[in-house]
């Protein structure tokens, strides 16, 4: 069974993952084997199909394995090259507010917004639903559905 308290974890580590490796990009450290070790860690693409609608995504739209993830997450890559590299932009804080989570057997779904502080863009608003399985005692991301709120 997965717990909230489990959910929240998970979803800290996410957000310190992609500070971890907007920082170590600025730092022009090696932030290539930490994003490989952010996408290894956090979702299952190893071990099974996973579902990622990032939030720029447009050509590919969906990002159905590891090398599409990574590829989000810091760009430079000919296959997916509308991508900049959204874990790189110097993000210094990011904010789960969950809607709501519902945990099953097996999952635990969520969904509401998380925002996104940087230099540029302080309280960028995203809206996600995701949605968690507990893969060798470790919860992984098997679905992450995430975009920007419609505007008018």
């Not at 159905?64 to 110097?90: H, Q, R, T, V």
């Not at 507010?97 to 925002?115: F, K, L, V």
């Not at 309280?123 to 992984?140: A, D, G, S, W, Y």
Request: with cysteine.
């Amino acid at each position: 069974m997965i717990s909230n308290k489990e959910v929240i974890e998970f979803q800290n580590n996410w957000a310190n993952g992609i500070i971890k490796i907007s920082k170590k990009y600025q730092e022009k450290s090696d932030y290539i084997n930490e994003t490989v070790r952010f996408v290894d860690n956090l979702y299952a693409y190893d071990e099974k199909k996973v579902l990622f609608k990032p939030t720029l995504a447009t050509n590919p739209q969906f990002r159905l394995d590891k090398e599409g993830a990574i590829s989000y997450f810091i760009g430079n890559n000919i296959k997916y090259n509308e991508d900049s590299g959204f874990a790189i932009k110097g993000w210094k804080k990011i904010i789960w507010e969950n809607i709501g989570i519902e945990i099953t057997d097996s999952c635990a779904i969520c969904m509401g917004n998380y925002y996104f502080d940087n230099e540029v863009d302080p309280k960028l608003k995203v809206e996600f639903t995701i949605v968690l399985q507990k893969i060798n005692n470790c919860l992984k991301l098997i679905l992450h559905d995430s975009h920007l709120p419609y505007k008018k």
